[in-house]
């Protein structure tokens, strides 16, 4: 039977289970705000010598079945406002009243979006094209260093996403990612996709640096099983098929899952 290694990374401290049956070790390390694969690996590190002895880890990536990881991270993120501009183009003029009807929505939507919201008069007909180039050229030019589009018809959306790609291929826009909301969720609620879309694209680079970081220096210690991300589900999924709204809050819920256990 190979070992289950569990983590999970608050702002402070990172928490590393090892489990093997009924064979439990428990151990923990200080955050590394600045590359968290820092603190991922000294964890497992500490785990491997209370295991092993000194100078195992790679004995015990190599006993390991899974490893699983949970995070703190999203929900500090989105506390502490650290993460990338938004600009939010849509055809809705009232969407922004929508998103905004509490206060806490107000104070997010400010710190988030700000005045990076381009609202469009035209979808799918001549005036469209120059339009769409009005909108992003605005919008970059404010800091927008991801771009929400949300239309309000699905299938205008997915019109409207065509005419986008061919004014602004994805080598042209380089490192301003879009996002279009319909692509994201079906949420029959409006508001409900569009935050969601909103969120994910604010959370999207704090995750994908260290995720990525991690399972790459996994892979150089030539641990052949993908590194397991605990989603605010109940479920686990690989790295790159992980969405960073559903690493929001995973830490907490991972605790919970653990106290059922």
């Not at 260093?145 to 080598?171: C, G, N, W, Y």
């Not at 640096?209 to 030539?222: G, I, V, W």
């Amino acid at each position: 039977m190979k070992y289950l290694v569990n983590l999970d990374n608050g702002g402070t401290l990172t928490d590393i289970c090892v489990v093997r049956g009924s064979e439990v070790s428990y151990t923990k390390t200080l955050t590394t705000p600045v590359d968290l694969s820092e603190c991922f690996f000294k964890g497992i590190t500490q785990a491997s010598e209370e295991i092993y002895g000194k100078d195992s880890l790679a004995k015990l990536l190599h006993n390991t079945d899974l490893i699983r990881y949970s995070s703190t991270q999203g929900t500090n993120a989105l506390v502490e406002r650290k993460g990338p501009k938004l600009g939010l183009i849509t055809d809705n003029h009232q969407l922004e009243t929508n998103l905004t009807a509490t206060k806490n929505q107000q104070d997010l939507f400010s710190s988030l979006v700000g005045d990076r919201l381009f609202l469009l008069n035209h979808v799918n007909d001549e005036g469209m094209e120059s339009e769409l180039v009005a909108a992003v050229n605005t919008l970059t030019n404010k800091g927008a260093e991801r771009l929400v589009v949300a239309i309000k018809d699905q299938e205008e959306e997915k019109s409207f996403k065509h005419t986008f790609l061919l004014q602004f291929p994805r080598h042209l826009l380089g490192s301003v990612p879009v996002l279009f909301s319909w692509e994201f969720t079906h949420d029959t609620s409006r508001t409900r996709r569009i935050w969601s879309a909103l969120l994910n694209s604010f959370l999207h680079p704090t995750m994908e640096r260290f995720l990525y970081s991690a399972e790459h220096r996994l892979k150089a210690h030539k641990v052949k099983n993908p590194l397991l991300i605990y989603r605010n589900d109940g479920a686990s999924s690989r790295v790159a098929k992980s969405v960073a709204l559903k690493t929001y809050s995973s830490g907490p819920r991972g605790g919970l899952r653990a106290l059922r256990l």
